[in-house]
């Protein structure tokens, strides 16, 4: 049997999916007909039942994923492909404490509550009062928050939390509150962020490279689907393509010793000598072109 206050998935013929909140004496009317809420409580998930008109319908349990593509919105929320990528290089988990900032309608926070459970912690920040409230009411609707603090806070005045395991920033200038992120985390804590345009990305890669930040990784996710016919396997002809850039780093600090014993072509070599002018240190030493390797190996393809 399926309890009150369960999250349900009711697919129909024409594969369409609503994700709904069974609740005592609240059926649900559609045009496929109406579902009486006692028939559906009386199922288990993976059931089939029938409505009042004689349209099957399919019963599901409530994943992650449809909680995502459920809530409501006041702003675009963070794809679930990039969720998924954002998660897994934070190490969003049991115990952990991650700072998020930006969270407007809260599709990054209710996963981050999901994976960091009872024992983690997540605080998460906006300048919004409006986009504070929409976050809660999704937790709400999606069963998860208890772990969650929400703050209507600009960051440019500091986060509400010190010493986090990990830090995501989806705000429009990142680059300006780098001090700020840097005092809120531990040593060695993860960093990362979402940012819709090149220009921007390289803005935050500028502010990065000043420190304390190592490992920069900066990506983007696609995702296409095939049609499942065992005998027409073919790629779908949409796919979920760019829907912005993902930079992830870590909290490091590494030293001029450190990067001057990296291996460098000629390409990285005139990179590094960028970077060590934007920053005001010593030049590099003189190039032997004999110390490039083979000839033609500068780097290039």
């Known amino acids: 049997m399926i309890p009150w206050g369960s999250l349900v998935v009711f697919v129909t013929p024409k594969g369409r999916r609503y994700t709904k909140r069974l609740t005592e004496g609240q059926d649900w009317h559609s045009n496929e007909g109406t579902l009486y809420a006692a028939g559906v409580a009386a199922l288990d998930f993976g059931r089939e039942i029938r409505t009042n008109s004689g349209t099957p319908i399919l019963v599901q349990e409530a994943t992650l994923f449809d909680r995502l593509q459920g809530i409501k919105r006041q702003t675009?929320?963070?794809?679930?492909?990039?969720i998924a990528q954002i998660c897994m290089k934070l190490g969003a988990g049991p115990g952990r404490t991650i700072i998020e900032a930006g969270c407007g309608s809260g599709g990054l926070t209710v996963a981050l509550s999901w994976f960091c459970g009872p024992t983690g912690r997540v605080v998460s920040h906006d300048a919004r009062a409006e986009f504070v409230a929409l976050a809660r009411r999704n937790l709400d609707w999606a069963g998860v928050g208890d772990n969650v603090e929400l703050h209507h806070r600009d960051i440019a005045e500091g986060f509400a939390a010190e010493g986090a395991d990990a830090l995501f920033l989806d705000v429009r200038t990142p680059w300006e509150c780098l001090e700020q992120a840097?005092?809120?985390?531990?040593?060695?804590?993860?960093?990362?962020?979402?940012?819709?345009?090149?220009?921007q990305v390289a803005r935050l890669l500028l502010g990065l490279e000043k420190g304390p930040f190592g490992n920069i990784e900066v990506c983007e996710i696609f995702i296409r689907n095939w049609k499942p016919l065992a005998d027409r396997l073919r790629p779908e002809d949409r796919m979920t393509a760019h829907t912005g850039f993902l930079v992830f780093c870590r909290h490091q600090e590494i030293s001029e010793d450190f990067m001057s014993l990296r291996p460098l072509g000629t390409r990285e070599r005139k990179q590094e000598a960028a970077r060590r002018e934007r920053l005001g240190l010593t030049p590099l030493p003189s190039y032997d072109s004999s110390d490039a390797g083979p000839e033609g190996d500068d780097g290039s393809f």
Do not use: H
């Open 76 to 82: 675009q929320i963070i794809y679930a492909k990039d």
């Open 182 to 199: 840097a005092r809120a985390v531990r040593p060695g804590a993860s960093f990362g962020f979402l940012l819709p345009t090149v220009d």
